[in-house]
């Protein structure tokens, strides 16, 4: 059964400083991975989708990789600002056409 | 850009009460979801519906039921709250591309059920 987890569930950095997040998955089997934006009180918004087959997707000072064979995908923040405080969540979409989602890591960015 | 709305933003209901949270989507997607989401227990799939008239159980469907008669319009139906169902409401689509496809959400409701 397909499990995704992130770590940490909370960080706290300061203004400016680039940073990675984490999302692992226990099967290799998946169609993509999704990274979304959740902010308090409020719905999901979808920042990133990689494919399986590929490796990384850019949209502006974030970065998405994937490492199916290690189970693992990273999001990069780049020079962070408070507006990126928020709650991040990743999910995959499994062999079973199933979305499976991490419990999300709270990032709170400090001016 | 793909609207998915939500009819209620914060809904407080009494216990035993029947519940219809509405969800109306523009962007013609065959995929139309509802999730629960709880401090601590994450997002959770209610059920899911493929397209007209279909509805799939997700993980967690006990107490729900959905309808949806439109492409665009997807209900969840509370039968009778209960004070356990107290907790955040999101409604998502995507395109028959499945797997492929973005997930678009809602901005969610917030149910009370006192």
């Known amino acids: 059964k397909q499990e995704v987890t992130q770590i940490p569930a909370a960080l706290s950095v300061p203004e400016g400083e680039n940073l990675v997040l984490n999302c692992s998955f226990t099967d290799s089997a998946i169609y993509n991975l999704q990274w979304f934006r959740q902010d308090p009180g409020k719905g999901l918004t979808s920042l990133l989708l990689i494919q399986s087959s590929q490796r990384e997707q850019t949209s502006g000072r974030l970065n998405a990789s994937l490492d199916k064979s290690s189970g693992r995908s990273t999001l990069y923040i780049a020079a962070s600002q408070p507006g990126d405080s928020a709650t991040y969540l990743c999910?995959?979409?499994?062999?079973?056409?199933?979305?499976?989602w991490g419990a999300g890591t709270k990032l709170i960015i400090k001016p | 850009d793909v609207k998915v709305t939500q009819s209620s933003r914060y809904l407080v209901k009494r216990t035993g009460e029947k519940v219809f949270l509405e969800c109306v989507q523009d962007?013609?997607?065959?995929?139309m979801f509802w999730y629960r989401q709880d401090p601590g227990l994450g997002l959770r799939l209610i059920y899911f519906?493929?397209?007209?008239?279909?509805?799939e159980k997700g993980d967690i469907p006990e107490g729900y039921s959905v309808s949806r008669e439109k492409k665009e319009r997807f209900s969840l139906i509370l039968e009778s709250a209960s004070t356990n169902q107290t907790s955040m409401y999101l409604c998502?689509?995507?395109?028959?591309?499945?797997?492929?496809?973005?997930?678009?959400f809602g901005s969610g409701t917030q149910l009370s059920v006192l």
């Open positions: 998502a689509s995507s395109s028959v591309q499945g797997a492929r496809e973005k997930l678009f």
């Open positions: 962007m013609d997607h065959e995929n």
């Open positions: 999910a995959v979409f499994d062999s079973n056409y199933q979305l499976i």
């Open positions: 519906s493929y397209d007209v008239k279909m509805k």
